[in-house]
């Protein structure tokens, strides 16, 4: 396992980081044994940022992350989220404090590595559209989110911030440009590389505009989210186990499952030199310097070894690359 600093916090994390989420599943629904067993495989091969949050399973990712951590006591580094809904917009510091303080419960620690906002943040709120997300004002602004979470890193309960990078591309860049976070989870991957390159003419999809490139400029930690695009680019075997058995509706505009899947497929057309879709996967990402670790979903053991595996398989061919900057100029979403 190779690690990378992540960013300004210092932190040497594996270049592999354990996801927790409900999409692989293996830590929402999955038994006691099969947890311990798979993070315990995970720490011995050099696994040591580990992430989760209330969302997942409602509150069951961090019970159970908790439960095995209590029974291996590792050493690592651990990081949590809060979510902010409709309905907490008049008291964003209660809710924080509220809901940070019941993930330390649920994980038996006195406090996590990184605290994350798990809510988009968009430049104007549409509720007619169904569109939800916080404003630029309201995450930076007085008595907002980087206030509220400052004051929870008063107190101890978190050493560091952090936010998501889903949204508006305009407002992302305003809450990176601040300086008051000090990681971001970005969406990165083979089907959707804007985060951490330009684009070529004709992409149709979401333009993160390099907001990993300008993250690392301000020496902020970049956290690799949806490797897998969402389960997609795993194939129908994503889908069985302990992983989600339904697909959500699109995380980034233009873009949804069904079409992430459909693009993954042609994919295959590029020749992948006897390496697994979900392995080409996790390698681009890591081609992309500024990234600090690549956050990997598991619904069984045997995907620990295959990611780290790929982790240490290192870059992908330039013949390769240059394939890929072809299929991203065709990409024409039509949903």
């Known amino acids: 396992m190779r690690y990378r600093r992540l960013g300004?916090?210092?932190?040497?994390?594996?270049?592999?980081?354990?996801?927790?989420?409900?999409?692989?599943?293996l830590m929402v629904r999955g038994t006691f044994e099969e947890q311990v067993t798979a993070v315990s495989r995970a720490l011995d091969l050099g696994v040591n940022y580990f992430d989760t949050a209330p969302a997942y399973g409602n509150g069951?990712?961090?019970?159970?992350?908790?439960?095995?951590?209590?029974?291996?006591?590792?050493?690592?580094?651990?990081?949590?989220?809060?979510?902010?809904?409709?309905?907490?917009?008049?008291?964003?510091?209660?809710?924080?404090?509220?809901s940070l303080e019941r993930s330390l419960e649920r994980l038996g620690r006195e406090s996590v590595d990184v605290l994350q906002l798990h809510t988009p943040i968009v430049e104007t709120r549409a509720r007619e559209t169904g569109k939800w997300g916080l404003t630029v004002a309201e995450v930076l602004g007085v008595g907002g989110i980087a206030d509220a979470f400052e004051?929870?890193?008063?107190?101890?309960l978190t050493r560091f911030l952090g936010i998501t990078g889903l949204g508006d591309t305009g407002a992302l860049n305003?809450?990176?440009?601040?300086?008051?976070?000090?990681?971001?989870?970005?969406?990165?991957?083979?089907?959707?590389?804007?985060?951490?390159?330009?684009?070529?003419p004709g992409y149709a999809g979401q333009d993160f505009n390099q907001i990993i490139n300008r993250a690392a400029d301000l020496d902020m930690g970049v956290i690799v989210i949806r490797v897998m695009?969402?389960?997609?680019?795993?194939?129908?075997?994503?889908?069985?186990?302990?992983?989600?058995?339904?697909?959500?509706?699109?995380?980034?505009?233009?873009?949804?499952?069904?079409?992430?899947?459909?693009?993954?497929?042609?994919?295959?057309?590029?020749?992948l030199d006897n390496m697994s879709l979900p392995q080409v996967a996790i390698r681009f990402t890591l081609m992309q310097q500024?990234?600090?670790?690549?956050?990997?979903?598991?619904?069984?053991?045997?995907?620990?070894?295959?990611?780290?595996?790929?982790?240490?398989?290192?870059?992908?061919?330039?013949?390769?690359?240059?394939?890929?900057?072809?299929?991203?100029?065709?990409?024409?979403?039509?949903c």
């Open 290 to 334: 500024n990234v600090s670790t690549v956050l990997v979903g598991f619904s069984d053991t045997g995907q620990v070894d295959e990611a780290v595996s790929a982790a240490e398989a290192g870059s992908l061919p330039g013949e390769f690359i240059e394939r890929l900057e072809k299929f991203w100029s065709e990409d024409t979403p039509d």
């Open 60 to 98: 069951k990712s961090e019970t159970n992350l908790g439960k095995v951590l209590a029974y291996l006591d590792p050493e690592l580094f651990l990081a949590s989220k809060v979510g902010i809904s409709p309905d907490d917009l008049n008291d964003l510091q209660g809710v924080v404090v509220a």
């Open 229 to 271: 695009a969402g389960g997609a680019l795993g194939g129908p075997s994503a889908r069985t186990g302990y992983a989600s058995p339904a697909v959500g509706g699109a995380l980034v505009p233009g873009s949804d499952y069904q079409y992430d899947e459909r693009r993954a497929r042609e994919l295959d057309s590029l020749g």
């Open 151 to 156: 004051s929870v890193r008063s107190r101890g």
């Open 8 to 25: 300004k916090t210092g932190l040497n994390v594996s270049e592999i980081g354990f996801g927790c989420g409900n999409i692989g599943g």
């Open 174 to 200: 305003e809450a990176i440009n601040s300086r008051r976070f000090d990681t971001v989870q970005a969406y990165y991957n083979i089907l959707n590389p804007s985060a951490g390159q330009a684009m070529p």
